[in-house]
């Protein structure tokens, strides 16, 4: 089965430690043997706040949102990488999840990445699993990563610490996880059983 699997950096700043995650995250999945993979850096805001012409076909969203969705659409999987800001997750990887609607990510397995410059970290992961799935119907696996002072982590090619290693490893797993999740969650979808048209919203 070839597979392709989507990774979003959910940070609004340039150059990001979130971005440095994904891109991590992203070089794992390639030595999986995964064959295709799409990155998008929300760095910069490059998706303006969601409003009604998305739902109306306006010409703006085609042009901004057209090619992020046909890349997403087109995807078995997704993971997530968020970092904490105030307890919070960014209001950009919000916003991506309004613009998801129902149906690019429906019924896809997704994994959590929460990055944190010190401790923290695990608000992103609450908050994503407490609310990101309603409309979206992503359906996060059950593990997940947290990335604590992510300042001294997955840099170079060898780890620098023990907790490096195990980080390392904790990825490498969660990766494998999320692809096994992947192809399973193929025939759920083939299925004939989902109806996104008669129930487009959650409850």
Do not use: Q
């Not at 797993?173 to 193929?186: D, I, N, T």
């Amino acid at each position: 089965m070839s597979m392709k699997i989507s990774v979003v950096a959910g940070s609004h700043r340039g150059e990001s430690e979130s971005a440095r995650v994904a891109s991590y995250v992203e070089t794992v999945l390639r030595g999986l043997g995964v064959e295709s993979t799409y990155l998008l850096d929300l760095a910069g805001n490059p998706l303006p706040l969601w409003d009604g012409g998305v739902w109306s076909g306006d010409a703006k969203w085609g042009r901004l949102w057209g090619p992020i969705e046909a890349e997403l659409d087109d995807s078995d999987g997704l993971v997530v990488v968020s970092p904490e800001w105030s307890g919070m997750v960014p209001a950009g990887l919000k916003n991506f999840f309004l613009l998801c609607g129902s149906r690019v990510l429906a019924h896809k397995p997704a994994l959590i990445v929460s990055v944190s410059a010190g401790l923290g970290g695990s608000y992103p992961v609450a908050e994503l699993r407490m609310s990101s799935y309603k409309n979206t119907r992503v359906c996060y696996v059950p593990d997940h990563v947290i990335v604590r002072n992510v300042g001294g982590m997955l840099k170079g090619e060898k780890p620098a610490s023990e907790e490096d290693a195990s980080l390392r490893a904790r990825i490498d797993y969660s990766c494998r996880v999320l692809l096994e999740y992947a192809r399973a969650m193929g025939a759920i979808r083939a299925s004939g059983r989902i109806d996104l048209k008669t129930y487009p919203y959650g409850m």
